[in-house]
């Protein structure tokens, strides 16, 4: 009769071979199957996971063998993969300075972005957020007709807007107690997936463009646009415009990936864009509906014009994405 010993020790043997494996396979970034791609989103549960096989097997290991010596390097390997690509968000240099250390004058900026789900009908729960947070600017995306139709009340305070409702989950609008100048909607790799480009004025005098984007998911779907077998290319579009443009730049929404992902790393460095999170923590913003399963989707990018003074995730609103606010200080020059 085997040993409760054994009955414990072969499936942690399964499930770190498991884990070695899709770590692995996380490292593969050119394959068109939208798991591989998925597989890299849950870095920090690969992460937690291999931490507590890594302590069974030494708890529970009475002989060594060259397979579970193996199975033990591996796991090694794989926790200090995803420790290297968890880690700068938690220890890391904030790769967007503090708004404390500016002394010139300067303009803030408050900004809250929100996948409401285009399901969702708890209109007034977003709209109380918003009451709560009183931002200078909104991105709703996944807005459809009705979403538009409830959000009206918002031009009291907000009296510039962009909006491009849409029923395939891919609409947005845009709301600004500042001046929206050069408005502009692109269709960067769908034709029914918009993004919005503005440049915006602020009091004190200073300028700088917004882009707001909801790129495609990277999974099949039968009822939304996908982009299954396809390399999503909006963001390094826009990080190529970004580089071209004198004007500082905040690019925030639903990217519908997580900031280490390869497409994420080009955007980022073709545009010389920086993560506001790097440094502060990883504020997962879905999935709101699970404990468990988060990850950070929606982000804000910017150059290193912007200083940072604020960063929360916010109250559930009904959707399947939590809301992330962010206060930005731009020096009036």
């Not at 414990?8 to 770190?16: C, D, G, H, L, V």
């Not at 290991?61 to 579970?68: D, G, P, R, Y």
């Not at 796991?75 to 995803?82: E, K």
């Not at 790799?189 to 005098?205: A, C, E, M, Q």
Request: hydrophobic fraction near 45%; glycine fraction near 4%; aromatic fraction near 12%.
């Amino acid at each position: 009769m085997p040993s409760t010993r054994k009955i414990f020790y072969y499936p942690i043997i399964f499930f770190s071979v498991l884990l070695i494996i899709i770590s692995l396979l996380s490292l593969v970034h050119d394959l068109s199957l939208w798991y591989s791609k998925v597989l890299d989103f849950p870095r920090l549960q690969y992460l937690i996971v291999g931490v507590a096989l890594l302590i069974l097997i030494l708890l529970l290991n009475k002989k060594w063998n060259v397979f579970s010596v193996l199975v033990g390097i591996g796991l090694v390997a794989a926790i200090t993969l995803h420790s290297i690509k968890i880690f700068p968000y938690f220890f890391g240099d904030k790769a967007v300075k503090d708004a404390a250390e500016l002394k010139e004058e300067s303009s803030e900026i408050g900004i809250v972005i929100a996948n409401v789900l285009i399901t969702n009908t708890a209109y007034d729960e977003f709209l109380k957020i918003i009451q709560e947070k009183n931002p200078d600017i909104i991105l709703a995306m996944e807005v459809n007709k009705k979403w538009i139709q409830n959000l009206q009340v918002l031009k009291e305070k907000y009296a510039y807007r962009i909006e491009y409702p849409l029923e395939n989950a891919y609409g947005m609008a845009m709301y600004s107690k500042f001046p929206l100048e050069n408005q502009e909607i692109k269709f960067l790799n769908k034709d029914d997936v918009p993004s919005f480009h503005t440049r915006i004025s602020l009091p004190g005098g200073a300028h700088f463009m917004f882009h707001g984007v909801h790129p495609v998911a990277p999974v099949p779907s039968s009822k939304y646009p996908d982009n299954e077998g396809e390399k999503e290319v909006a963001l390094v579009k826009i990080g190529d415009s970004v580089a071209k443009d004198t004007l500082p730049s905040i690019v925030a929404g639903d990217y519908n990936d997580v900031s280490w992902s390869l497409t994420s790393r080009l955007f980022e460095e073709s545009g010389n864009l920086k993560n506001v999170r790097i440094g502060r923590g990883l504020f997962n913003t879905f999935d709101s509906n699970s404990i468990i399963m988060r990850w950070p989707l929606d982000h804000f990018f910017v150059t290193q014009e912007f200083y940072l003074s604020e960063i929360e995730r916010l109250s559930k609103i009904g959707s399947d994405h939590f809301p992330l606010y962010v206060k930005l200080v731009l020096p009036e020059k």
